[in-house]
């Protein structure tokens, strides 16, 4: 693979790069890693490395537990004691990685479902509250990245949000075209 950057790297930064979906399993990410012959250490690899096996052990029978007994019966029948039971664990997941809750990608998809599951039962408004923090959490990422990229080129942003982002967009207007066409649905 060949990666051509925009800007200098300096050595030991971090490059954030995505061979395999965050939201798969640490093993299932960690033996895709080895077949293509990478010894990975971003953060989340490295954070899968350090959490004792009871933590492992923990995400591992909560989101089994999610899988296999709510998630197929939630999508047909929203009632409330499934709901409450998703709700408690994905909350037992945010608490399992609270000191990282950036590196939380296994309540995603389980958000989205309680999403679903919420506005079958008639419950529009917690629905799409649950939906509205996906979304922050998107635009949250989205910023981080666009920072990124173009902070290299225009310089250190200040703290004036409507202006740094209305640059980074002018600037993505002329290197990405479908770039803006992205940030415009965020």
Request: aromatic residues 6%; glycine residues 2%.
């Amino acid at each position: 693979m060949f990666i051509r950057s925009l800007r200098p790297i300096s050595k030991g930064e971090e490059l954030i790069i995505s061979y395999r979906s965050a939201d798969s399993s640490e093993e299932i990410r960690l033996r895709y890693l080895k077949s293509v012959g990478i010894d990975c250490h971003c953060r989340l690899c490295k954070l899968d490395d350090s959490e004792s096996p009871e933590v492992n052990d923990r995400r591992i029978r909560l989101l089994n537990t999610f899988e296999k007994l709510i998630k197929p019966r939630i999508l047909n029948v929203a009632n409330p004691s499934l709901i409450k039971r998703s709700e408690k664990i994905v909350s037992e997941l945010h608490n399992l990685r609270k000191e990282q809750p950036d590196l939380e990608f296994d309540t995603l998809e389980l958000s989205k479902i309680l999403a679903f599951a919420h506005r079958k039962n008639g419950n529009l408004a917690e629905a799409l509250s649950i939906l509205k923090e996906q979304m922050e959490e998107a635009r949250k990422w989205f910023d981080i990245l666009l920072k990124k990229l173009a902070e290299p080129i225009l310089g250190k942003f200040k703290d004036d949000e409507i202006k740094w982002k209305k640059d980074a967009f002018h600037l993505t207007e002329k290197i990405f075209p479908v770039m803006n066409s992205i940030a415009k649905c965020l």
